[in-house]
């Protein structure tokens, strides 16, 4: 199945609380037990503005759907073509 990468505009997400950022995660989980076991939530990333997640879904259509019906930014959805980490160099 597909990797997908997800770049999501949110101003101040770095200033979040871990109380915060708990409460938020709670809508994108609710919408996956809505849309079924396609499509998978692997981990995000915070930055200062921004939030990079990580997804396993079928198509990049399943992922906007996901971003609209939670009602979340998906500025940029990028599949994931390779991985590579320190291992590759070996």
């Known amino acids: 199945m597909p990797r997908f990468v997800i770049e ?8 979040l609380t ?9 809508t994108p989980c ?7 076991p396609q499509v998978q939530w692997v981990r995000s990333h915070v930055t200062a503005d921004k939030v990079y997640c990580e997804y ?9 759907q996901h971003a609209r019906l939670g009602g979340f930014p998906a500025n940029a959805v990028n599949r994931v073509m390779a991985t590579i980490d320190p ?3 070996e």
């Open 8 to 15: 999501r505009e949110i101003p101040g997400a770095g200033a």
């Open 18 to 26: 871990r109380a915060e950022l708990h409460a938020i995660s709670q």
């Open 30 to 36: 609710g919408v996956l037990r809505e849309m079924g």
């Open 56 to 64: 396993i879904a079928p198509d990049e259509a399943s992922v906007r």
């Open 87 to 89: 291992t590759t160099a």
